[in-house]
Nanobody
Framework: QVQLIESGGGLVQAGGSLRLSCAAS????????MGWFRQAPGKEREFVAA????????YYTDAVKGRFTISRDNAKNTMYLHMNSLKPEDTAVYYC????????????????WGQGTQVTVSS
């Protein structure tokens, strides 16, 4: 009974920035860890970043460390992914997700997924 809606994707030149948003409705947003995944054409979906229920701990895949920042505003039931210094390799559909528990762990169960938003980085 959770809906996750991503927005903010688009076309950007290499070196540019985008901010993705994930608006959540349904079960209490603040109780659950949230995450971002991405999937490029012909490739498997991969983990990008995650954030615990209280936003005090964040996690990133090595490919985006230092360039992407995950955050959340529990009062607004919204999670964000700030993407800087974008590279063509970042081109993918980005998916918002909500975990089954309050703390992220690798391969933890995900209860809900958003529909995805396309990010295309040119050059």
């Amino acid at each position: 009974q959770v809906q996750l809606i991503e927005s903010g994707g688009g076309l950007v030149q290499a070196g540019g920035s985008l901010r993705l948003s994930c608006a959540a409705s349904g079960r209490t947003f603040s109780n659950y860890a949230m995450g971002w995944f991405r999937q490029a054409p012909g490739k498997e979906r991969e983990f990008v970043a995650a954030i615990n229920w209280d936003a005090e701990t964040t996690y990133y895949t090595d490919a985006v460390k230092g360039r992407f920042t995950i955050s959340r505003d529990n009062a607004k039931n919204t999670m964000y992914l700030h993407m800087n210094s974008l590279k063509p390799e970042d081109t993918a559909v980005y998916y918002c997700s909500q975990y089954s528990g309050s703390h992220y762990r690798p391969r933890s169960r995900i209860d809900y997924w958003g529909q995805g938003t396309q990010v295309t980085v040119s050059s």
